[in-house]
Structures are given as structure tokens and as C-alpha cells.
């Protein structure tokens, strides 16, 4: 079991042919992914494809029925999960605190990773200061008060990436982080990761998405994920091509990228055609 601080160096995150069996049915089929410091991954795919069950891995949330999984350096089944989960910050938006704490205390809860502060617990005057750059980075200073029940969603996702970034992880997991979101505030919640990853050169990330529009512009990486297989993965430019867009969402678009972010349009002519 581990019991310091995973390694600095080498890849951030690592999985080689990794096969996810449940209930007889395989989620995922010899998925290989190397995930480097400064890289900002997206994953894509349609319902059903596998990307959650692929985030759950790589989050060491659970375990690889076949092939090796390594976070931070740690090979998963042979470390402690829950310690390991400790250095990567994981924004859930389900996630909902127990009581209706302040922005300030929700983000201050990501140094317990817990859903409520800790009784007897208390922050280093550092820490309190982290957490108000924190907020202010995602754009919530002015909310840095408000009680939870009381935020709009996208004010709830962005207290949350600040909540996961207190430990200062070298990987940071997003799960859909635009889902359910306003035009504005799926504007503000893709500007604030855009300045988080040039305010934290060597951050990883990792986003998942079925919706090629709520991709950050500093996104470098993408996976496509189709029935649990990998379809492409590498360069976000060598990836999301119209041909391979198309072929993972099982449907023909067009992809284009204006301004560093992505628009998706079904391609009528060989939506007819295909007809
Ligand atoms: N424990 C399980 N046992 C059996 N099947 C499961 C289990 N968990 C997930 N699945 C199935 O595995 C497939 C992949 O699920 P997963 O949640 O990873 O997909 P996803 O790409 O994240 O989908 P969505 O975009 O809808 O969230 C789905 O068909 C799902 O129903």
C-alpha cells in the first residue's frame, strides 16, 4: 500500500489494454491511453460508449478486469484507492454537499474530500488563502458567500473545479462539466478551465463530453469512444475529423473548428445520401 506522495515524473496517467467485464457484458475492449503532464484530454462518445466506465478507471475509482491502469505512477491493485484518489481532483457534477455550506466552505471541503467540513478540523490561514485565489480564478468571488442551495448550476460546477484543484492534483478529471449549462455560463465555465490550464502549465486533464461544442479551446488530446472501443486517440486535430466524428457518433457530420473550438453540423448530404 502507498504511503507517500506519488512520483513527480512519468506519465500522469497510463492504462494498457484494458478490458471492463460487468455482468458478463464488456464495457471496454483493450483501451490503451497515455496521459502526459500539460495535456488536456477529451473524451467523446455517444450513450452507452464506455467513457464514464473509462473515467471511473483512470479516477481510481475502480479496477480493470483486464490489462493495467497506472495513476500518478501507481499501478491500480496495488495501492491504496482511496489514498491514491486523494491526489487528483475529481469534479462530479452530481456531487452536493450534506448541508448547505458557503462557496468557500464547499471549495475548503476539497482538502478532506468530503461532502461536509470536517468537525473539529480548521484550515491553515495558507489554505483559507487558496481557496479565495481559487474562487477567484473560476470567476466567484462575488459568490464566495453564498450558501450552495442558493447557486445556479453553473456556479455549482465552477465552485466544484475549485473545490477539486485544493489539493493541489497533477490531474484533474471533468465529467461532463457542461452539462445542463446556459449559453453564458457554459461560456464562462470553458474560459475558466482555459485559464486554469495556462495558469497551471503542468496540470493533466481529462473531460469528458458527448458534445464537441463544450470542448475547451486548449483542449490537445481527444479519445473517440465507440461500443467500449477506442476509435482514434492522439492530437485533438488528428482526432475529431468529420470521417471520424462521424463514424463514433454513428451518424454524418461536419466538424469544424473556428477560434480553437469545435462546431458539429449533420452534414445533409450524406445524410440524405446514407437515407
Ligand atoms: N455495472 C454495470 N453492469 C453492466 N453494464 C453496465 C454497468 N455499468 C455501466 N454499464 C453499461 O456500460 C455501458 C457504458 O456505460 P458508461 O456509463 O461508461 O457510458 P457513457 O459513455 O459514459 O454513457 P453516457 O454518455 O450515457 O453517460 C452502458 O451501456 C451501461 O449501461
Not at 467523446?44 to 467513457?51: V, Y
Not at 467540513?117 to 468571488?141: D, H, K
Not at 475529431?240 to 473548428?257: E, G, K, N, W
Amino acid at each position: 500500500m502507498i504511503v507517500s506522495r506519488p512520483s513527480d515524473t512519468g506519465p500522469v496517467l497510463r492504462a494498457d489494454g484494458v478490458d471492463v467485464v460487468r455482468d458478463g457484458n464488456h464495457l471496454l475492449r483493450s483501451i490503451s491511453l497515455t496521459v502526459h503532464r500539460g495535456e488536456h484530454w477529451a473524451l467523446l462518445g455517444a450513450n452507452g460508449a464506455g467513457k464514464s466506465t473509462l473515467l471511473n478507471l483512470l479516477g481510481a475509482v475502480t479496477h480493470p478486469t483486464r490489462g493495467i491502469v497506472e495513476v500518478l505512477g501507481r499501478k491500480l491493485g496495488r495501492v491504496d484507492m482511496r489514498e491514491l484518489r486523494s491526489y487528483l481532483g475529481h469534479v462530479n457534477p452530481r456531487h452536493a454537499p450534506d448541508v448547505p455550506l458557503r462557496v468557500r466552505d464547499v471549495v475548503l471541503t476539497g482538502l478532506t474530500n468530503t461532502t461536509a467540513l470536517v468537525p473539529r478540523w480548521a484550515p491553515t490561514p495558507e489554505e483559507v488563502e487558496r481557496a479565495g485565489r481559487l474562487i477567484g480564478m473560476l470567476g466567484m468571488s462575488a459568490r464566495s458567500d453564498a450558501h450552495w442551495p442558493t447557486l445556479s448550476q453553473g456556479e455549482r460546477g465552477r465552485t466544484l473545479i475549485a473545490r477539486a484543484l485544493m489539493p493541489q492534483p497533477r490531474l484533474l478529471l471533468l465529467d461532463e462539466p457542461a452539462t445542463g449549462l446556459d449559453l453564458a455560463a457554459r461560456e464562462q465555465l470553458l474560459s475558466s478551465i482555459d485559464a486554469l490550464r495556462s495558469r497551471h502549465p503542468s496540470l493533466a486533464t481529462v473531460l469528458v463530453t458527448h458534445h464537441l461544442e463544450e470542448l475547451p479551446a486548449s483542449t490537445t488530446h481527444a479519445m473517440l469512444l465507440r461500443e467500449g472501443r477506442c476509435l482514434a486517440s492522439g492530437r485533438v486535430d488528428d482526432v475529431l475529423t468529420t470521417a471520424q466524428v462521424s463514424m463514433c457518433f454513428d451518424h454524418p457530420v461536419r466538424i469544424t473548428r473556428s477560434g480553437g473550438r469545435w462546431a458539429a453540423r449533420a452534414d445533409r448530404v450524406l445524410a440524405v445520401d446514407a437515407g
